[in-house]
């Protein structure tokens, strides 16, 4: 490092100099200054990377220059210090590269991350391969090679340890590591990578890492034989338990040494039947209410019908609790998945559950369904895996890519592309269907009767000659069409759950798929081509749904009109202009129905496209009249709130210009005269703001406007309409009125109540300037998710508090309402001048 000693210079700050040469650099010197204490890290992390380091030192600044030459050019770093009365403060640092500047002004928190990206040894190290569990931890992850292990320790710094194992390593302890024999197709993972050497090390293995702690896993062979000598302990053949062993590997379970829990789970799945016992209703605050299905033998199965659904109301919205969710909503949800309630619902606030039983079985279909619903007697026999059975011991299917996001697709045309749409797939031959085990030709019958593509095929799987059944299709939902694909496999005549597919995962059970496909009737493609269907929905279907919903709109914009006949007062004004907004969407709606109704007599209920090409003015009427519906019923406490946050606002104004006059005085008193930058520090601006408030008052201050209106004006220039002091002001004193409104209540609740809860409140309410006690108190006078709804049930006790607090909380709203309408007309009034500006 090289320390130098410069002269000041007044024409120009660090940040307008130029990158500085070999040439400008001068002799050695010592420092003439105490340097700054995080010059010297900085200087050490900098040369370990390849810079090159010079110290410059001048009176009041303190420079770092890192240098970094390549065949490219030269890369230029200067960092600078500027001393003051508490010593060096960061000054900035600036980027040059290849003789131009490319960065100036960077934090401090960013320039150990731009030294190490932009250092020599940076820009030459070869990249190293990703082993991170992110990439190899997953189930269908490729198996990592002894060539892969060795390609990353190879671009591992000295005396770091390497990316895949430093989730393990808390030490560097020198042990010498070999190549694991172990690594192969079976085995995944970081941890069965590298050996201490011994039985486990490769046969004439060259030791490639020496840096590990020597308490580290051997691999994962040493946990698989701990697995099957427990297995074996509890009286299961050895084959038995390596089938264990593998069972737990595959099932991603932790034993974390104890292997009792995991064994009893294993023994389970040998006679599990894929039947559900339970269904679980979940709530939380923040993702709402969930269903989802318990399998009788314990363990988590994934996929459909396991997997927890959220639970939506009619409108698409989240129920607030478990207890809002109706019965009926929920058993809907149930038999969805094949299974009806048989019991009482648990009780609890975010945990409820109930039992289940499977659905009778239609009698259209009773070969398949006794196949379907006898339980096996034994897991190895054949009549195990004609059923549903899932689990097969010892067997590890193919591990597919895993789906991608499920898509709808909206009610429009067809754009001519020239290309012929994709034929579907040719239906098997009778002789196919005919050659198939009983319950795949239960599965084929169905899906073709119900207009699903069914595909037979035959090939080698793990080494033997399975059938599969093939479906796929569309099926209508709520908002559009989703599409299903299944595969059954069937090893001669049991049925191969553990490697069948259903949507892409494996474990597809024989009864979902055949309820799926029997229940459900697939988009038909050649009437959705043609028109005569939308989203599996004929023009009749559409034409009833329309109504209906318009109906819906009729009753909404008629409950509005009575909802206004009662609102009285300075209220009736706003809520005329939502009720003038709820006939208007009634009347959309209208002509969009009457538009339908021409494109069905004219097609003669042939052709749906028309009528769904009129869904989105519907539901966008619907979602209009609601919440005119809404602005109605709000309109007296939305004027009242608004009243009260004009004078809260107004008060704000006279606090303001009261705190300017103060200030006058006493500069005047100090014989000062009152400056754009005085008032800055006086309202504490950052630096860069206040150099360009400054800067704006200098060019558009009007002679004897009070600051706090300039300040106003510019702060609108810069970020909009809805940024005035006063309403910040406005807001602040609102919710400190709040805040003791609250703590008021509480003393007067708790005083009466007595015990310890009430003493909780009394200290709650005396303390009420602390942020804890202020969300403890927020939180009591809570329900619903709305705030300090709650006031209203201590109304007759205590008015005048209660009374207080909704005042409070009103202003609050209303200056918060207010501050948001004039940013959303100011955004409007942008966004049609934009429009009208020609491009």
């Known amino acids: ?304 019908p396991w997997e927890r659904t959220t639970v939506w109301d009619d409108e698409e919205r989240h129920y607030p609790s478990v207890g809002a969710i109706p019965a009926n909503r929920a058993a809907d949800l ?127 799987m793990q080494g033997t000659l399975v059938q599969a059944v093939e479906v796929s299709g569309e099926f209508p939902v709520r908002t559009g069409t989703q599409g299903y694909t299944a595969r059954c496999v069937w090893d001669g005549t049991r049925y191969w759950g553990s490697a069948s597919q259903r949507n892409g995962r494996h474990g597809a059970a024989f009864r979902e798929v055949l309820a799926q496909v029997r229940d459900v009737r697939a988009v038909t493609r050649a009437d959705e081509q043609a028109g005569r269907t939308v989203w599996g929905r004929d023009a009749a279907e559409w034409h009833r749904q329309l109504a209906d919903a318009v109906t819906k709109i009729a009753e909404t914009a008629a409950e509005a009109r009575y909802e206004h006949s009662q609102v009285t007062g300075d209220a009736a004004e706003r809520a005329g202009a939502a009720l003038a907004d709820a006939e208007q969407a009634h009347r959309d709606a209208v002509d969009a129905l009457t538009r339908a109704q021409q494109a069905y007599s004219a097609s003669g209920g042939e052709d749906a496209r028309p009528l769904a090409a009129e869904r989105d003015a519907v539901l966008d009427a619907g979602k209009r009249v609601r919440a005119a519906l809404e602005q109605v019923k709000d309109a007296p406490r939305a004027t009242e709130a608004e009243a009260l946050a004009l004078v809260a606002i107004a008060e704000g104004e006279h606090e303001l210009q009261a705190q300017e006059d103060a200030w006058r005085a006493r500069l005047a008193a100090e014989g000062r005269e009152p400056t754009a930058t005085a008032y800055g520090r006086l309202i504490q601006m950052f630096e860069d703001p206040q150099r360009a408030w400054v800067s704006w008052h200098a060019e558009r201050g009007r002679a004897g406007e009070p600051f706090h209106e300039a300040y106003d004006r510019w702060t609108e220039e810069r970020h909009g309409k809805g940024h005035r002091s006063a309403y910040t002001l406005a807001y602040l004193n609102a919710s400190a009125a709040l805040r003791g409104a609250r703590g008021t209540l509480a003393v007067a609740v708790g005083t009466a109540l007595g015990g310890k809860e009430g003493e909780r409140l009394v200290r709650l309410g005396r303390d009420c300037r602390h942020r804890s006690s202020q969300d403890a108190l927020a939180s009591w006078l809570e329900s619903g998710w709305k705030a300090d709804v709650r006031a209203a049930e201590f109304a007759e006790q205590y008015p005048d508090e209660a009374e207080a607090v909704r005042v409070a909380r009103l202003t609050v709203d209303g200056v918060e309402d207010y501050r948001r309408a004039e940013r959303d007309a100011w955004e409007a009034e942008r966004a049609q001048a934009a429009a009208n500006t020609p491009s």
């Not at 990249?127 to 992110?134: N, W």
């Not at 694991?180 to 030791?207: E, I, M, N």
């Not at 606030?349 to 619903?373: G, I, W």
């Not at 119900?450 to 080698?460: E, I, Q, R, S």
């Open 1 to 304: 490092m090289t320390t130098t000693t410069q002269p000041a210079s007044s024409s120009r700050t660090h940040a307008q100099e130029p990158a500085p040469t070999p040439a400008e650099v001068p002799a050695p010197t010592a420092p003439t200054a105490d340097l700054p204490r995080n010059l010297a890290p900085l200087t050490t992390r900098a040369e370990s990377a390849g810079w090159t380091a010079t110290v410059q030192t001048q009176p009041g600044h303190c420079a770092l220059v890192l240098t970094a030459r390549q065949e490219a050019g030269e890369t230029v770093l200067r960092c600078v210090w500027r001393l003051t009365a508490r010593g060096h403060r960061w000054d900035g640092a600036t980027l040059h590269r290849y003789g131009q500047q490319v960065a100036e002004g960077i934090a401090w928190r960013a320039i150990g991350d731009l030294v190490a990206a932009e250092a020599p040894t940076a820009r030459t190290q070869p990249t190293r391969p990703d082993l991170s569990m992110s990439v190899y931890g997953k189930r269908n992850a490729s198996p990592v090679t002894v060539e892969v292990v060795s390609a990353s320790i190879a671009t591992t710094p000295a005396g770091e340890v390497p990316v895949m194992l430093r989730q393990w390593i808390k030490a560097t302890v020198p042990v010498t590591l070999y190549p694991s024999r172990f690594v192969g197709r079976d085995y995944f993972g970081a941890d069965c990578l590298l050996a201490p050497g011994g039985d486990d090390a490769a046969p004439d293995a060259q030791p490639v890492l020496s840096v590990l702690p020597a308490d580290y896993l051997t691999s994962n062979a040493a946990y698989l034989e701990d697995l099957a000598a427990y297995a074996v302990a509890e009286g299961r053949t050895p084959e038995e338990g390596a089938a264990f062993a593998r069972w737990v590997i595959s099932s991603e379970i932790m034993t974390f040494g104890l292997y009792d829990s995991a064994y009893e789970a294993w023994v389970r799945s040998l006679t599990c039947t894929m039947t559900a016992r339970y269904a679980v209703l979940t709530h939380s605050r923040s993702n709402g209410a969930a269903l989802g299905l318990a399998c009788g033998c314990g363990q988590r199965h994934p996929g459909w």
């Open 334 to 460: 149930i038999a969805r998945r094949g299974y009806r309630v048989a019991g009482e619902w648990s009780t609890g606030d975010t945990v409820r559950r109930v039992t289940v039983e499977p659905l009778p079985a239609p009698e259209t279909a009773p070969v398949a369904t006794a196949a379907a619903d006898a339980a096996p007697s034994d897991p190895g026999t054949a009549e195990a895996w004609e059923s549903d059975g899932g689990a097969c011991p010892g067997v590890t299917p193919p591990r597919g890519p895993e789906p991608g996001p499920t898509t709808t697709t909206g009610p429009q045309e067809p754009e001519p592309t020239g290309d012929a749409p994709a034929a579907p797939p040719a239906a098997p031959t009778a002789d196919e269907v005919a050659s198939l085990p009983k319950n795949a030709r239960t599965l084929a019958e169905a899906a073709t009767a119900n207009g699903w593509d069914v595909t037979v095929t035959a090939n080698l």
